[in-house]
C-alpha cells in the first residue's frame, strides 16, 4: 500500500486478460499521460498493457465509451478527467473516503471480492501527485519514499497556504493536512466559493485571506503561536489577472509569499515526523507555461517552487500501483520525467 493508496493492491501478471487503461474526458488530445505509459509500462515489465486518450463528453448516454469500455474483460480501470470526475461517482460500486470528501473521482480500478467477482472502486488521486510532490522536497527524498521516512508533521509546526477555489483545490487541501499542515490559509476570487471549500472541510482549520490587511494580520498572528508557514499550492490557471478580485487574488499572494521566514529558532522535531524546510516550498498545479506568474512571485521571494509537471507524474505512479500493484521504481520515474519534461 502506499500513503494515497492505502490498500494492498494484487500484482498483476503481464499476461492478464486485464490491460487496457486510458484517460477519458473532453478535450482529451492534450494529454501526455499515454506518452509517460508507453514508456513505464514497459519498463515495469508489463509489455501488453497499453494506456489510451478516449474522446467521452457525458456519462448520460448508456452507449458513452466510459461505460462500455469498463465493461471490457481487458478493462483495467481508468482515469477520468473534466467533465466526468463528479458524475463518475453515480457510476461506481465504491467510492473511497478521500474521494467522497474532495467530492470528485479522477482515477477509478477494479477490486476482486472473495467470491470472484469484481467491483469497481473511484478515488482521488490528485492527493497523491499534490502530497508527493511536496513531500519530495520536504524531505530531500524522490518518491518512492523509504519506509522509515517520515511523510508528515508533527501537529502545530508546519502552516500551508492555498490559492484557488476549484476542484484541484480540494485535492490540495486533502493532500496538506495528510502530511500535518494545518492550518491552511485560503486565496481565492470568489467569497462564496471559499466558504463552500470551508463548509466540505468543517473538520480542518482554513482561514480565508481576503485582503492584504488580513494576511499580514494573520500571519502576525501565526509567528506568535510559533507556527511556521512552511509550504504553498497554486491551483489558478497562469492569466493576467483582469477584475478587481483576480487582481486581489495576487497582491494578497506576494503579500504572503513577502512574510519573513525564519527556522533558526524553531524547536528540534523527532526523527519520526517532518522537519521544517530551510525555505518555504511552493507547488504550482498548473504548467502551462511551465514558469506561472504565481510560481514567478514565490520564486522572487526565495521561496523553493515545484512545477505542475511533477503533480501529473506523482499522480500517475500512484496510479500504477492502484491498477498494476507494483511501486514505480526510481528509475522509471525518472524515464518518465524525461518524457514530460520534453513535452
Same mark, same amino acid.
Given at each position: 500500500?502506499?500513503?494515497?493508496?492505502?490498500?494492498?493492491?494484487?500484482?498483476?501478471?503481464?499476461?492478464?486478460?486485464?490491460?487496457?487503461?486510458?484517460?477519458?474526458?473532453?478535450?482529451?488530445?492534450?494529454?501526455?499521460?499515454?506518452?509517460?505509459?508507453?514508456?513505464?509500462?514497459?519498463?515495469?515489465?508489463?509489455?501488453?498493457?497499453?494506456?489510451?486518450?478516449?474522446?467521452?463528453?457525458?456519462?448520460?448516454?448508456?452507449?458513452?465509451?466510459?461505460?462500455?469500455?469498463?465493461?471490457?474483460?481487458?478493462?483495467?480501470?481508468?482515469?477520468?478527467?473534466?467533465?466526468?470526475?463528479?458524475?463518475?461517482?453515480?457510476?461506481?460500486?465504491?467510492?473511497?473516503?478521500?474521494?467522497?470528501?474532495?467530492?470528485?473521482?479522477?482515477?477509478?480500478?477494479?477490486?476482486?471480492?472473495?467470491?470472484?467477482?469484481?467491483?469497481?472502486?473511484?478515488?482521488? &488521486? #490528485?492527493?497523491? /501527485? =499534490?502530497?508527493?510532490?511536496?513531500?519530495?522536497?520536504?524531505?530531500? *527524498?524522490?518518491? !518512492?519514499?523509504? +519506509?522509515?521516512?517520515?511523510?508528515?508533521?508533527?501537529?502545530?509546526?508546519?502552516?500551508?497556504?492555498?490559492?484557488?477555489?476549484?476542484?484541484?483545490?480540494?485535492?490540495?487541501?486533502?493532500?496538506?493536512?495528510?502530511?500535518?499542515?494545518?492550518?491552511?490559509?485560503?486565496?481565492?476570487?470568489?467569497?462564496?466559493?471559499?466558504?463552500?471549500?470551508?463548509?466540505?472541510?468543517?473538520?480542518?482549520?482554513?482561514?480565508?485571506?481576503?485582503?492584504?490587511?488580513?494576511?499580514?494580520?494573520?500571519?502576525?498572528? &501565526? #509567528?506568535?503561536? /510559533? =507556527?511556521?508557514?512552511?509550504?504553498?499550492?497554486?491551483?489558478?490557471? *497562469?492569466?493576467? !489577472?483582469?477584475? +478587481?478580485?483576480?487582481?486581489?487574488?495576487?497582491?494578497?499572494?506576494?503579500?504572503?509569499?513577502?512574510?519573513?521566514?525564519?527556522?533558526?529558532?524553531?524547536?528540534?522535531?523527532?526523527?519520526?515526523?517532518?522537519?521544517?524546510?530551510?525555505?518555504?516550498?511552493?507547488?504550482?498545479?498548473?504548467?502551462?507555461?511551465?514558469?506561472?506568474?504565481?510560481?514567478?512571485?514565490?520564486?522572487?521571494?526565495?521561496?523553493?517552487?515545484?512545477?505542475?509537471?511533477?503533480?501529473?507524474?506523482?499522480?500517475?505512479?500512484?496510479?500504477?500501483?492502484?491498477?498494476?500493484?507494483?511501486?514505480?521504481?526510481?528509475?522509471?520515474?525518472?524515464?518518465?520525467?524525461?518524457?514530460?519534461?520534453?513535452?
Amino acid at each position: 500500500m502506499t500513503k494515497f493508496v492505502p490498500e494492498e493492491r494484487p500484482v498483476v501478471s503481464p499476461d492478464d486478460v486485464r490491460n487496457r487503461v486510458a484517460i477519458y474526458g473532453t478535450p482529451i488530445s492534450h494529454s501526455v499521460a499515454p506518452s509517460l505509459f508507453d514508456v513505464m509500462f514497459p519498463a515495469l515489465g508489463l509489455p501488453k498493457y497499453k494506456y489510451s486518450a478516449i474522446d467521452c463528453k457525458t456519462l448520460d448516454d448508456p452507449n458513452n465509451t466510459w461505460t462500455t469500455s469498463m465493461a471490457l474483460p481487458s478493462a483495467l480501470g481508468s482515469c477520468v478527467t473534466m467533465p466526468l470526475k463528479l458524475a463518475v461517482m453515480d457510476h461506481l460500486t465504491e467510492i473511497t473516503p478521500q474521494a467522497k470528501l474532495i467530492g470528485s473521482v479522477n482515477t477509478t480500478y477494479f477490486r476482486t471480492l472473495p467470491d470472484g467477482t469484481s467491483v469497481q472502486v473511484g478515488t482521488n &488521486l #490528485d492527493t497523491a /501527485g =499534490v502530497g508527493n510532490s511536496l513531500l519530495t522536497v520536504l524531505t530531500g *527524498s524522490p518518491s !518512492p519514499f523509504p +519506509e522509515d521516512q517520515p511523510l508528515q508533521f508533527a501537529p502545530g509546526v508546519a502552516a500551508g497556504l492555498m490559492i484557488g477555489g476549484g476542484g484541484a483545490t480540494r485535492a490540495a487541501i486533502y493532500a496538506m493536512n495528510s502530511i500535518g499542515i494545518s492550518p491552511i490559509f485560503l486565496i481565492n476570487r470568489d467569497a462564496t466559493e471559499t466558504a463552500a471549500i470551508i463548509s466540505q472541510f468543517n473538520d480542518l482549520d482554513l482561514r480565508p485571506l481576503e485582503n492584504v490587511e488580513a494576511a499580514k494580520a494573520a500571519l502576525a498572528e &501565526l #509567528d506568535k503561536s /510559533g =507556527v511556521r508557514l512552511a509550504a504553498g499550492v497554486g491551483a489558478i490557471p *497562469s492569466i493576467e !489577472p483582469v477584475t +478587481e478580485a483576480e487582481k486581489m487574488v495576487y497582491e494578497v499572494a506576494k503579500a504572503v509569499f513577502e512574510h519573513p521566514y525564519d527556522v533558526s529558532d524553531a524547536p528540534a522535531q523527532p526523527a519520526n515526523v517532518l522537519s521544517l524546510p530551510s525555505k518555504p516550498v511552493h507547488l504550482e498545479m498548473a504548467y502551462k507555461p511551465r514558469m506561472t506568474l504565481i510560481r514567478k512571485i514565490a520564486e522572487d521571494r526565495k521561496w523553493q517552487t515545484i512545477c505542475g509537471v511533477e503533480v501529473v507524474l506523482e499522480g500517475c505512479f500512484e496510479q500504477t500501483y492502484a491498477w498494476t500493484g507494483k511501486i514505480v521504481p526510481l528509475e522509471v520515474r525518472e524515464a518518465g520525467r524525461k518524457v514530460l519534461r520534453a513535452e
